[in-house]
């Protein structure tokens, strides 16, 4: 029970007696703060003023009598007042670093990084890392004045926006950098250590949201760079595991690394999203799209180029597997995969560039498990272009004149220009070849040729009607003591001794793949040594046959010559129908150069050969020596 009398409050065994005596000042009357600077409601005593009326609990009372402060904020306390005759109460003093930052301009400015990892185990949400670094900076009073995403991009490299964060904070834009984990900064040994002392040569600082760590004392740092590092071992042992699937499945399953559609075939997926049932993965020919794609090797391979045969896609309403437009890259990529011809590329095993993300040239084919689009010949033939395609500048490649890429000089062995000449007063374009080396580096370099378009246009015609006539294949052979070689026939031979090493050295390579696959997969049927002795007997054969394929000149496959003179007499018969750009479509597909021999001065001593396609090449391939980089 609680009684009350004139001047005390009793609560239980204990009376309590107020500082001073009752005032009838009421509700103005202030309580001065305690003398140690605690709040009023710390100490014991009250006035009577600020007393609860009979009966009724106090706002600091328990219903056992024990006094206890009220469940009420400082600032709430300040923003209430006094009500009732109740004394006001101060608030306490809070350190500052504790109270963040109240004006957007204060405190020191940040950049937020944000990245999504393409894992799937740590494809972490932006908006909770966003939460947690804002969180950060009201906690330790620092002001974000940039937030910087990167969306489903891999730690393992740093072509990304954290290297904008950096420069931002060497421009003196920012103070720091500050991440949800360390791991967002990356997950590569060299890139994390280049990139944060590069960071903290500009004098800003890389802090984590979740991970409190002092870098500014030598153990903060030691714990920052074991963060870093279990960042990266976690990494590399993701890395391993998804080596590991995809080498089983491209070497064991011949399948591609990652099971998604292609076009031209129907994907049948492992599981099987309808009947909930687990099923054998493979691609079937799809029988609507397959002759599209074979239709498109085709059109290539007669001299249609890839945005051409992707506007024919679009407007026939193809898409890609994702639904979108075809365009050049994503056609030029499909093609040169090789899936339609039943082939697989992968990483070549013998590089050691250690890149993981698909920009090194170095890959080869390997069987697949699917069943082919078109034949062998033809996926040739698309190679054999994509080849020489490469080797012509990009302006040549479209025909705007007849000869168009074919004209060469015979002194430099280089390819020509056009020169613009002048007659009747007025400007002809493209009326004369010219060597480009000469008219580049002067007569010391070369010194070649000069010679009218129309001369060199009307000898190739001459030259074309002369092999295409009827009676050059039926005139009597010219009979010679010495046996006459056949260049077709040893460049055949040459082509399948080169098709074998290379086809053995491939049997290797995938048997030592096969190999290590299975060790992994079951390292307990492997008895001591065993593993050892067959790599190596593996390695051997492996070289054996590389050896071989390196001893075997590489030599093209030489073409029919009725095939291409049955391509030039259609030209002659339809020549007032075709357009120079025609014209040097089908001349390509004949005659491998027109090579310009200068006699003497003056443009009419210059002699004319043209070098058909179905014989060896007279010149001997240039020097390609490795330039140091």
């Known amino acids: 029970m609680h009684g009350r009398t004139a001047g005390v409050w009793r609560s239980g065994a204990r009376d309590h007696h107020p500082p001073h005596p009752p005032t009838t000042e009421g509700p103005r009357h202030r309580k001065q703060p305690h003398p140690r600077g605690l709040p009023a409601w710390t100490h014991p005593r009250r006035t009577r003023s600020a007393l609860p009326p009979p009966g009724q609990p106090g706002p600091g009372r328990h219903r056992t009598g024990r006094l206890t402060p009220p469940v009420r904020s400082p600032r709430a306390e300040e923003r209430r007042g006094t009500h009732q005759g109740e004394a006001a109460v101060t608030q306490p003093a809070i350190p500052a670093t504790f109270r963040g930052s109240t004006d957007d301009e204060d405190g020191e400015p940040w950049l ?207 898409r890609t597997t994702q639904g979108r437009m075809w365009q050049a890259d994503t056609l030029k990529r499909y093609m040169d995969s090789g899936f339609a011809a039943g082939l697989l590329t992968v990483h070549d095993p013998e590089c050691r560039c250690r890149k993981t993300d698909g920009t090194c040239k170095r890959h080869i084919y390997i069987q697949g498990a699917q069943e082919e689009l078109i034949d062998f010949d033809l996926w040739s033939a698309y190679l054999q272009r994509r080849k020489h395609v490469k080797a012509t500048t990009p302006r040549s490649r479209v025909g705007i004149y007849q000869l168009t890429s074919l004209v060469k000089c015979c002194g430099c062995k280089l390819g020509t220009s056009m020169n613009t000449g002048r007659r ?163 001349y390509r597909q004949v005659i491998r150069r027109v090579a310009i021999k200068r006699n003497g001065p003056g443009p009419e001593n210059h002699e004319i050969e043209v070098h058909p396609l179905w014989e060896p090449d007279p010149w001997p391939a240039p020097d390609k020596r490795a330039t140091a980089r």
């Open 424 to 586: 009747d007063g007025e400007n002809v374009p493209g009326f004369s070849f010219r060597c480009s080396i000469r008219a580049k580096s002067g007569a010391t370099a070369c010194e070649g040729i000069l010679i009218e378009r129309k001369i060199v246009e009307r000898e190739v015609k001459d030259w074309l009607t002369r092999e295409a006539s009827p009676g050059i294949d039926t005139a009597p052979q010219t009979h010679t003591h010495a046996p006459r070689r056949d260049p077709g026939r040893e460049a055949a031979k040459n082509v399948a001794a080169r098709a074998r090493a290379q086809a053995e050295v491939d049997k290797q390579r995938q048997a030592l793949a096969r190999l290590r696959a299975d060790r992994a997969a079951n390292p307990e049927d492997f008895g001591p040594g065993e593993y050892e002795e067959t790599a190596d007997l593996i390695r051997k054969k492996r070289a054996e046959a590389q050896a071989l394929l390196d001893s075997t000149p590489e030599m093209e496959p030489l073409p029919e010559r009725e095939k291409l003179i049955t391509i030039a007499r259609g030209l002659l018969e339809e020549w007032g129908t075709f357009e120079d750009g025609d014209i040097n479509m089908v």
């Open 112 to 318: 937020a990084y944000i990245r999504v990892s393409t894992w799937k185990e740590e494809k972490i949400s932006p908006e909770l890392q966003r939460d947690a670094i804002t969180q950060w900076a009201r906690r330790t009073g620092r002001r974000i004045v940039g937030w910087i995403e990167d969306l489903d991009v891999s730690g393992r490299h740093f072509k990304r926006k954290i290297m904008r964060c950096i420069e931002r904070v060497e421009e003196g834009e920012a103070r720091g950098v500050a991440v949800w984990r360390y791991s967002r900064f990356g997950r590569d040994r060299t890139g994390n250590a280049v990139n944060l002392a590069r960071l903290q040569q500009a004098g800003g600082e890389l802090e984590s949201a979740t991970e409190p760590i002092d870098a500014s004392t030598a153990i903060g740092r030691f714990q920052r760079g074991m963060i870093l590092e279990f960042s990266a071992f976690e990494s590399d042992r993701a890395g391993e595991q998804w080596r590991e699937t995809h080498n089983h499945r491209r070497y064991k399953l011949q399948l591609p690394a990652q099971g998604r559609k292609r076009f031209g075939y129907i994907w049948h997926r492992r599981y099987d999203p309808i009947t909930g049932t687990l099923q054998e993965e493979k691609y079937e020919p799809d029988e609507t799209v397959g002759p599209v794609v074979a239709e498109l090797y085709r059109a290539y391979v007669n001299g249609d180029g890839f945005s051409k045969l992707c506007g024919h896609l679009n407007r026939e309403g193809h």
